[in-house]
């Protein structure tokens, strides 16, 4: 299977709810709106055959977080969806592929995102006394630089 | 069991650590390009600040003084990664082979 | 699965964060009852620095060593992948002795980080003495990176447009000499894992993950490969020269720590023969590619075999000189899921708190710790403190 048959595929399954198609050598993109979300990652794994979740990557766009899970072993397929930031909430894919868990996790606790359905959304990247609320990869979380330990000039 | 013979055989071969330092201090092998403690060419700088805006640790820091703008390195803030040596287009500093640069005091750590 | 405290017949054993097997403090939470492990979780924040955080912070030519630090052992697939993703962005070509030096170095590394792993792992079961020699042997590796790239760890011969130095032809005959010496400890130290005694005891039977629970939890790397799934990133996405020096998918069938022992020497085999493919058909020309510091506006996705799995970067990039977004995911933490479920006791086979170390060991975790254990022991409201030798020497609470 090829990038243009993937396209295709998806195309005839799902019609104008997928757009924006970016494809390169071994690497297909595209977007699908949040209520379709699980649905393209169901057709994807089951039907077409991308078991392996690779990735999530959760990015925040300033008015809207962009989560991205990325599929595939040769080929690899990424799925775009953007939810408002005031309210991220995005369905869980854990019963689809269930090597899912750990990346919704540490998408949870770096940028805030709810996975709707995923029973075990606990700390997995941040200690156990960080504060509620501060997700450290949004953008309006300040660094502070670490105070010098004794000697030496800053 | 299945490495009884190989142990045994070693009974009779030499000892494979080096006793580094105390002895055997030239026996290190030490190759050609080991990036090492820097060493600077003040003449050869034109106070570009290429090597501060590229160092990854903030170890070379721009100062100026009577020539004009020029680096200084902070020693305990190198990763000894080259990338200074690599953009310096004057060819003002090099990595030497000195890997021995442990102290006690961190201001003796200061390459002018 | 709940297990109701009221029942005392089940007993948290929190086993880190300085930790028994092998490397980054990590806290696994074990439900035990009597000696056999029912269920695990893993808590993995220990180590955690921030680096996709600290990325955005700074240029890509800053970026590049502090992607090298993620991992001190597989700091040339962080690099590699790193600069692959970068000079996806300007979609330029790369000359070909570059790459294959690239892939040289990689091949190098990938040696020397199996053969740190099996000593490791003997030590795991308490064979210190194939652990100290192959140790020893692995120095001659070391000493090969440290002619060729500057240094014996973060190597950082891989910059974006190519590499940084050359190879001398007198490295080059050191290189093949140390390989013929290589091929024949590693073939020695294989035929001892597959008689000895002590090594099969320990390790048939444990830690095992089934082909169908390796695809669903999305396994990599030799975790994946020990369990019958031919899936290698250098064969099925092919980077750098990969798709033309040859090699072999070693894969084995018998789904336990063993088959993750062997599948890692005889990638050791295979890896030795590529240095050599790489260094007699090394081509000429130049080794670097001069670009702009920033890159166009865009995004890209790269992925390496690391020789722990896959490692895949994401970068996206807003036409500045600072990225915008960078995403990594290392191999060990795609094997979480595995690991959990390796640590799992269910119908008949049964996880004992004493193969907890050597299954731990085997997905090859990253980085070398101490270790110490909390027992707690809930009916006599005891709290002592176990030590690493005490853990290995643990006989249970009878």
């Known amino acids: 299977m090829n990038e243009e048959d993937v396209v295709s595929k998806l195309k005839e399954a799902f019609g104008d709810k997928v757009s924006e198609f970016k494809t390169a050598p071994r690497r297909v993109f595209f977007y699908a709106p949040p209520e379709y979300y699980k649905e393209v990652v169901r057709f994807l794994a089951e039907k077409l055959g991308f078991v392996h979740l690779q990735a999530i990557t959760a990015t925040d766009l300033g008015d809207e977080i962009e989560v991205m899970p990325h599929l595939g072993r040769g080929l690899t397929v990424s799925v775009r969806t ?51 609320g501060v997700y450290p990869l949004r953008r309006e979380t300040k660094l502070t630089p670490p105070k010098p330990i004794r000697g030496g000039k800053e | 069991m299945a490495m009884l013979l190989e142990v045994f055989r070693h009974l009779f ?59 200084i390195f902070h020693i305990d803030r190198c990763l000894f990664c080259a990338q200074c ?25 200061v390459v002018k | 699965m709940s297990f109701s405290s009221s029942y005392e017949r089940f007993f948290d054993i929190p086993i880190g964060p300085q930790h028994p097997a092998l490397k980054e403090p990590i806290l696994l939470k074990l439900i035990v009852e009597g000696e056999h492990v029912v269920a695990a979780d893993v808590d ?16 890509y030519i800053q970026n590049i060593y502090l992607a090298e630090r993620i991992c001190g052992i597989c700091n040339v697939a962080h690099t590699l992948c790193y600069c692959q993703n970068v000079e996806g962005l300007y979609d330029v070509e790369i000359p070909s002795r570059a790459l294959y030096i690239r892939v040289l170095v990689e091949e190098l590394a990938r040696i020397h980080s199996h053969l740190l792993w099996l000593g490791v792992a003997a030590h795991e079961i308490g064979f210190d003495t194939l652990f100290m020699y192959i140790w020893r042997d692995r120095e001659r590796v070391m ?23 050359d190879i001398r032809p007198e490295t080059c005959e050191r290189c093949l000499k140390a390989m ?16 000895d005694p002590t090594v099969i005891a320990r390790c048939t039977g444990v830690g095992i993950l089934k082909l169908k629970d390796a695809i669903r939890l999305c396994a990599v790397g030799p975790t994946l490969r020990a369990s019958n799934i031919k899936y290698d990133v250098r064969a099925d996405d092919p980077y750098a020269v990969h798709d033309e020096v040859p090699f072999n998918v070693i894969v084995y069938d018998t789904n336990d720590t063993l088959a993750r022992v062997l599948v890692r020497i005889d990638e050791t085999l295979e890896s030795i023969n590529m240095v050599r493919y790489c260094i007699e ?63 799992t006791s269910k119908g008949d086979y049964v996880v004992n708190i004493a193969d907890v170390p050597i299954a731990f060991a085997s997905i ?35």
């Not at chain 1, 540490?106 to 941040?126: C, K, Q, S, W, Y």
């Not at chain 3, 130290?189 to 008689?195: L, N, P, R």
């Not at chain 3, 590619?289 to 807003?318: C, M, Q, T, W």
């Not at chain 3, 090859?364 to 710790?369: G, H, K, R, T």
């Open chain 3, 143 to 165: 000493d090969l990176i440290e002619e060729i790239t500057g240094n014996r760890v973060t190597s950082a011969i891989n910059t974006i447009g190519g590499v940084r130095r």
């Open chain 3, 180 to 195: 013929d010496y290589l091929e024949e400890r590693t073939k020695y130290y294989k035929k001892v894992c597959e008689t």
């Open chain 3, 281 to 343: 058909h090394m081509p000429s020309g130049p080794v670097r590619v001069r670009l702009k510091l920033s890159p166009p506006v865009g995004e890209h996705l790269s992925r390496v075999e690391a020789p722990r799995g896959e490692l895949i970067h994401y970068v996206k990039s807003n036409g500045t000189e600072k990225p915008e977004r960078y995403k990594v995911r290392t191999p060990t933490f795609g094997n979480i899921p595995a690991l959990c479920e390796m640590l």
């Open chain 2, 13 to 71: 071969k030499k000892r494979a650590t080096l006793m580094y330092p105390f002895g055997d201090r030239e026996k290190i092998p030490v190759p050609e390009g080991l990036r090492g403690k820097i060493s600077f060419n003040r003449d050869l700088c034109i106070g570009c600040g290429l090597c501060a805006r590229f160092c990854p640790s903030g170890a070379a820091e721009l100062i100026e003084d009577e020539k004009g703008k020029r680096p």
């Open chain 2, 85 to 109: 040596e690599e953009v310096c287009p004057r060819k003002a500093i090099t990595l030497t082979k000195t890997f021995e640069i442990a102290g006690f005091d961190r201001n003796n750590l």
């Open chain 3, 364 to 398: 090859d975790p990253c980085l070398s710790c101490t270790a110490r254990v909390v027992m707690l022991e809930r009916e006599k409201g005891k709290l002592w403190v176990g030590s690493l030798d005490g853990l290995r020497r643990w006989r249970g609470w009878g």
């Open chain 3, 44 to 59: 993995v924040s220990y180590t955690h620095r921030g680096v996709e955080r600290a990325m955005q912070e700074r240029n």
């Open chain 1, 82 to 132: 953007r939810v408002p930031k005031d309210k991220p909430v995005v369905d869980s894919v854990v019963d689809v592929i269930p090597g899912a868990s750990v990346h919704e996790r540490e998408a949870h606790d770096m940028l805030g995102v709810e996975f709707r359905g995923n029973p075990n959304l606990t700390r997995i990247l941040l200690p156990e006394d960080w504060p509620k």
